[in-house]
């Protein structure tokens, strides 16, 4: 019953329940830091969305390039699915910039060191900018399943 086709199908749906409540969770947490303890919120929905990225990568490639699911001729053929590609790859590059920061952030705290937040509205901008996005990667999804 629970085959893996199943099963990395759920764990596809999950990582994009978990990214978008992540994602949003990141731009209000980074749009709201007034000082670095209001980090700890920012660094949390931040891992969440990293979790949500790792599973929806691993998922993906899976399911299109694992010969689980309708075979990858028909995955490279839809332009649907090139279209959701595209938009994945446009949240990428928005993500570029507030993921080095976060990252320098963390370093920056684990050294004793207080990092600068001047950049938290631009990074909140980023992360908003990719809420749509990740939305019309769902409905270009639902219209490759069907077949349109």
Known sequence: MFTLRFLLAVLHL?????????????????????????????????????VAAVTWILTGLLRAFGGLEKGTEYYLESHWFVGKLTLFGL???????PMITLI?????????L??????????ARLTFA???????????????????
Not at 91 to 97: A, I, M, N, P, T
């Open 104 to 112: 320098r952030w963390r370093m920056q705290l684990r050294k004793g």
């Open 91 to 97: 949240v990428l590059v928005l993500e570029l910039k």
């Open 14 to 50: 999950f990582a994009l329940a978990i990214g978008l409540a992540a994602v949003y969770g990141r731009g209000r947490a980074l749009r709201g830091l007034k000082d670095a303890t209001g980090l700890g919120g920012v660094f949390h929905a931040d891992n969440w969305y990293g």
């Open 114 to 123: 207080t990092p600068d937040l001047s950049s938290a509205p631009r990074l």
């Open 130 to 148: 990719q809420v749509p996005l990740l939305v019309l990667m769902v409905l270009m999804a639902a219209a490759m399943a069907r077949g349109l």
